[in-house]
């Protein structure tokens, strides 16, 4: 088996693959260290929007977190020690860009070329992740721009903006955190806001001495961690009959009105679209810090950008030293897609060409004993990832398991069973507010169609994943 990535996906399976006994497998992560988005996302500011000790595998509970919402440089070293503990890294080859992926039918194999030599594996696992291409912005004159500018997931911690009159494009969960972050050391930030984000309150914390030693005795981190779940997927409700959002939108009305004083900048700051339409962000700091002389947030569009400028479309021109782009990722056209050549020869990225499906999020027709960790319709909105993607992981490893109790080679989802698991979804995804709340986000494609959401309870997820079923497959000796 090969493994692409070395997040919480790809880790995870190989460690469930080494609990099994199972040492035949190889975990291509194209960076030198493990972590995923937790290695790649290092900005000021950056730590989990989900309460810590929801945030782990279930099986590593972890009781020495510092903070009710992890820094990410607490979930890197998780991970890394998770690598280490596991006997994981071993296993893992850094520095292995996969360039192209290509199904052998007459070998019943992947071919995989890597950008440091070629292998061959019986199964292939895309743990790339959703969240690992960064999105640049499309604005004209962007490359005439002379000063510095980068991504808020490609910082650059060796230019000091100390002073500078710095531009953030994006209002995104990455700015929400690096622009207070940043704010009382530059001399002037520029937020260009398109649309303003629901913003609710964090209520993060310390965690005390006192928490530590109770986090000590036995069962008490699963009991808190089982308490967290619950609470946090009460608020699919809301998700899936938008006028219940009602409450939810006064805390966070609420919660602007009581951090920022000034009417017409709050008049700038609240959304005019359902809450919940597009990512629900998180902060205790975020408008406190937009308050400060130092910051102006600009709501009107951006026209163009000059060799040490930015100008609105109202004409005003603002002299800028620095552009800091916190415009999110490539979701709904995942780059790797390119790179995975099914048994036709066509691309992932071919086969998708209208819209990502897959079955159960985890597999697709046409690319025999492949699969997908955190596929289409497998984010969430209210609750962690890590609970679907150890629910994907017991599904694929029933898989193997039935596949190889069947003594069959390959395994390829059917096309009629996609179809019907895709039309369901997009039942139950109709009148939720991602479809009903009148905005435009990055849940969905350029069809319209929500294809990074799971619209349902994670828990129905986990059911529906318990158990491998075959007669969706083609089983092939």
């Not at 967290?228 to 998700?239: A, D, I, K, Q």
């Not at 066509?346 to 086969?351: A, F, K, S």
Request: charged residues 25%; neutral net charge.
């Amino acid at each position: 088996m090969a493994i692409v990535g070395a997040g919480f996906a790809g880790l995870g399976m190989a460690i469930h693959l080494k609990r099994e006994g199972r040492g035949d497998f190889a975990v291509l992560e194209r960076a030198d260290e493990v972590g995923g988005t937790w290695r790649a996302n290092h900005y000021p500011g950056c730590c989990c929007d989900v309460p810590s000790h929801v945030y782990s595998y279930s099986f590593e509970l972890n009781p020495d977190w510092t903070r009710g919402f992890a820094p990410q440089h607490e979930i890197l070293e998780y991970l890394k020690r998770c690598s280490r503990k596991y006997g994981i890294r071993p296993h893992i080859r850094f520095g292995h860009d996969v360039e192209e992926a290509r199904w052998n039918d007459a070998e019943c194999r992947w071919e995989i070329r890597t950008s440091r030599g070629e292998l061959t594996a019986d199964v292939l696992v895309n743990a790339g992740g959703a969240l690992s291409e960064p999105r640049d912005p499309d604005i004209p004159g962007l490359e005439r721009f002379t000063g510095t500018s980068f991504h808020s997931a490609k910082w650059d911690h060796d230019h000091d903006l100390a002073g500078e009159r710095v531009a953030v494009i994006g209002t995104g969960a990455s700015a929400i955190q690096f622009v207070p972050a940043i704010q009382p050391e530059v001399g002037k930030l520029h937020l260009f806001q398109r649309t303003a984000p629901w913003v609710i309150p964090r209520f993060d914390h310390q965690i005390t001495r006192a928490e530590h030693t109770l986090l000590r005795i036995p069962g008490m981190p699963k009991a808190v961690r089982e308490t967290l779940y619950w609470l946090l997927e009460s608020r699919v409700v809301g998700f899936r009959r938008p006028r219940l959002m009602k409450l939810a939108d006064r805390v966070a009305r609420w919660h602007l009105k009581r951090q920022v004083g000034d009417r017409e900048l709050r008049r700038k700051l609240l959304p005019g679209y359902i809450m919940g339409c597009k990512r629900i962000l998180i902060s205790d700091d975020y408008y406190p810090s937009l308050t400060h002389d130092n910051v102006e947030v600009v709501t009107d569009p951006i026209a163009e950008v000059r060799e040490r400028s930015i100008v609105t479309q109202d004409g005003t021109e603002r002299e800028v030293d620095t552009i800091v782009f916190g415009t999110g990722f490539s979701v709904t056209k995942q780059p790797i897609a390119k790179r995975i050549r099914g048994k036709d020869g066509r691309t992932l990225d071919e086969h998708w060409a209208t819209t990502m499906r897959a079955y159960k999020g985890t597999t697709v027709p046409g690319f025999p004993n492949f699969v997908i960790m955190t596929g289409p319709n497998t984010g969430l909105g209210h609750n962690s990832m890590v609970y679907m993607i150890e629910s994907q992981l017991e599904y694929v490893l029933d898989c193997l398991r039935t596949v190889k109790a069947r003594g069959a080679r390959s395994f390829e989802v059917k096309p009629d069973a996609v179809e019907r698991y895709n039309a369901a979804l997009d039942r139950a995804m109709d009148g939720t507010v991602w479809t009903a709340g009148q905005c435009q986000s990055w849940y969905l494609d350029d069809t319209g169609r929500n294809t990074t959401l799971w619209p349902s309870y994670s828990y129905a997820y986990r059911r529906i994943t318990r158990r491998f079923d075959p007669d969706a497959y083609e089983l092939a000796a």
